[in-house]
């Protein structure tokens, strides 16, 4: 089992920037594909971003890809996603996931096996 602690949400205006912590509970997060997903009211879940287990790769959706990026510390257990140049349009809880396998399974949140609690990203205009 896993558990995934999502932190670092907030308020923050057009422009700025933030950074989310996801730690994780389990002595196998090493092995797994993590990713990043938000879901804004009244919208579907969307996938922002994953790694792989070996931080070889990742990969972004289009409407982040240059603003944010993704990157874990498998020694602390941690993943984390920097936001830069953040638009109102990215307000929205923000989601942790993991994977029990070591490369990208893909966009679909199916293929995610835990998800933490979600944080809050407000952005101002």
């Known amino acids: 089992q896993v558990q995934l602690v999502e932190s670092g949400g907030g308020l923050v205006q057009a422009g700025g920037s933030l950074r989310l912590s996801c730690a994780a509970s389990?002595?196998?997060?090493?092995?797994?594909?993590m990713a990043w997903f938000r879901q804004a009211p009244g919208k579907e879940r969307e996938f922002v971003a994953a790694?792989?287990?070996?931080?070889?790769?990742?990969y972004s959706a289009a409407s982040v890809k240059g603003r944010f990026t993704i990157s874990r510390d498998n020694a602390e257990n941690t993943v984390y996603l920097q936001m830069n140049s953040l638009k109102p349009e990215d307000t929205a809880v923000y989601y942790c996931?993991?994977?029990?396998?070591?490369?990208?399974?893909?966009?679909?949140?199916?293929?995610?096996?835990?998800w933490g609690q979600g944080t809050q990203v407000t952005v101002s205009s």
């Open positions: 389990g002595r196998t997060f090493s092995s797994y594909a």
């Open positions: 790694i792989d287990w070996s931080k070889g790769t990742t």
């Open positions: 996931a993991a994977a029990q396998v070591p490369h990208i399974p893909g966009q679909d949140g199916k293929s995610y096996d835990y």
